[in-house]
Nanobody
């Protein structure tokens, strides 16, 4: 069992930056594929970025491309999401997810992730 706890959300003005963190419990963090998803009000949860245990990254093809990066520190059991040039449409609850699967590239599909954090709210004001 893995427990995930996100932090770093908040209110930011358009054009600003945020770094979200996700701390994971357990001794096998490095073997998990990790990802960030987000869910805006009234919309489905969507994939943002994923990173494998070896650091391979799958990017979203949508609007965050080029403005968001994902990284992980296996020694600290933590995965990060750096978001720059934030836009009001980035407003959402951001979720960290972990998968026991280890595909060559991280999946963008929600159902392939086994563990989820409680989410952290990001609000971007115009």
């Amino acid at each position: 069992q893995v427990q995930l706890a996100e932090s770093g959300g908040g209110l930011v003005q358009a054009g600003g930056s945020l770094r979200l963190s996700c701390a994971a419990s357990g001794r096998t963090f490095g073997s998990y594929t990790m990802a960030w998803f987000r869910q805006a009000p009234g919309k489905d949860r969507e994939f943002v970025l994923g990173i494998s245990g070896l650091g391979r990254i799958t990017e979203s093809t949508d609007s965050v491309k080029g403005r968001a990066t994902i990284s992980r520190d296996n020694a600290k059991n933590t995965v990060y999401l750096q978001m720059n040039s934030l836009k009001p449409e980035d407003t959402a609850v951001y979720y960290c997810a972990a998968s026991r699967r280890n595909p060559p590239w991280p999946s963008a599909k929600l159902y392939e992730y086994d563990y989820w954090g409680q989410g952290t709210q990001v609000t971007v004001s115009s």
